[in-house]
């Protein structure tokens, strides 16, 4: 069984800041790709930004220069860094981790969602 929950979401002003954080537990061997997607109401799942675990990322042309990911390989936890917020960016964030148990399945695991709202 494997989990992931993420925290940090929240209401800010445009221009504000948030911190995401996604911690994946369980029956975990290792994980590769970790990333964040993010579903506005109406509109389809997108890509927001994912970190392999080498360290390669990819970062959605909307939030260059605005969102940073990181993780911390230990402790199996990705973050999303969140600068200058915009009203658009109004959206349930969502963590994903690429992960082979050990039993040695490969799955991609998603968590619950967090809620981000960015007033104006």
């Known amino acids: 069984q494997v989990q992931l929950v993420e925290s940090g979401g929240g209401l800010v002003q445009a221009g504000g800041s948030l911190r995401l954080s996604c911690k994946a537990s369980?029956?975990?061997?290792?994980?590769?790709?970790m990333g964040w997607y993010r579903q506005a109401p109406g509109k389809q799942r997108d890509l927001v930004a994912q970190?392999?675990?080498?360290?390669?990322?990819s970062t959605a042309n909307s939030v260059k220069g605005r969102f940073t990911i990181s993780r911390d390989n230990a402790e199996n936890t990705a973050y999303l860094q969140m600068n200058s917020l915009k009203p658009e960016d109004t959206a349930v964030y969502y963590c994903?981790?690429?992960?082979?148990?050990?039993?040695?399945?490969?799955?991609?695991?998603w968590g619950q969602g967090t809620q981000v709202t960015v007033s104006s």
């Open positions: 970190m392999t675990s080498g360290g390669s990322t």
């Open positions: 369980g029956s975990i061997f290792s994980i590769n790709t």
């Open positions: 994903s981790a690429d992960i082979e148990t050990f039993s040695r399945r490969r799955f991609r695991y």
